[in-house]
């Protein structure tokens, strides 16, 4: 499927979930090492379209395509400078993950096994106002080895290597965080132990061929 399509695809997902209001949140994808895909600032991502899309550099200067970038783009450009696997970025605001972001607690916690495996840890990164220093401060120490960052009183930031992926990880992480929920409610989530989780590990590879990175191990 053509990159846009495939975009565009994403955008209206993100909208139809709820996991963005009205003109919220921003979708990347990689073209190649000098030009990227990303949605215009004030444009509703239910109403999108391919034409709407902007083509930018690696510094976020417009190379073609109508409209204004995102001031949110920082995020986005940290990402792909940092990570080669990462093909596509999506930020938005789904309202379980995100009330998580405003009540101060991250999601890094070894209980569902789905989430285990596709997402790893979680982290909660530090309040940055958008478009400055701070959004490099902030996100910087964790990018390196994660796939879905919560941003402290924002929302969600979720890599992929592919937009497919990337968006599946918003979907995937805001079922976890429902769960989470719950299970609050319902007097606190059992963690898994470690030895379940080296168990869980092992099954992976061994079996489905997935090897999940030392890093976003919880061990």
């Given at each position: 499927m053509p990159l846009r399509k495939e975009l565009i695809q994403a955008c209206h997902k993100?909208?139809?979930?709820?996991?963005?209001?009205?003109?919220?949140?921003?979708?990347?994808?990689?073209?190649?090492?000098?030009?990227?895909?990303?949605?215009?600032?004030?444009?509703?991502?239910?109403?999108?379209?391919?034409?709407?899309?902007?083509?930018?550099?690696y510094e976020?200067?417009?190379?073609?395509?109508d409209g204004l970038v995102s001031a949110e783009v920082k995020m986005h450009l940290l990402a792909y400078q940092n990570r080669e696997d990462v093909n596509a970025v999506v930020h938005s605001h789904p309202i379980h993950a995100s009330a998580f972001c405003v009540v101060n607690k991250d999601l890094s916690q070894p209980i569902f096994p789905e989430s285990i495996l596709s997402l790893g840890r979680i982290p909660l990164c530090n309040y940055s106002t958008i478009s400055t220093e701070e959004v490099e401060e902030s996100i910087l120490p964790c990018i390196g080895y994660v796939w879905v960052l919560l941003l402290q009183n924002h929302g969600v930031l979720a890599f992929g290597k592919s937009i497919k992926d990337a968006y599946f990880k918003v979907e995937k992480l805001e079922h976890f965080a429902k769960i989470m929920t719950v299970a609050e409610i319902l007097g606190g989530a059992n963690k898994l132990s470690v030895d379940q989780l080296k168990k869980l590990y092992m099954i992976s590879e061994e079996i489905y061929g997935v090897k999940v990175d030392d890093k976003m191990k919880f061990l």
């Open positions: 993100i909208y139809a979930n709820g996991f963005v209001a009205a003109y919220d949140g921003n979708l990347s994808a990689r073209i190649d090492d000098k030009k990227l895909l990303i949605t215009p600032s004030g444009k509703c991502k239910g109403e999108m379209e391919e034409k709407d899309l902007l083509e930018i550099d976020g200067n417009v190379l073609s395509g």
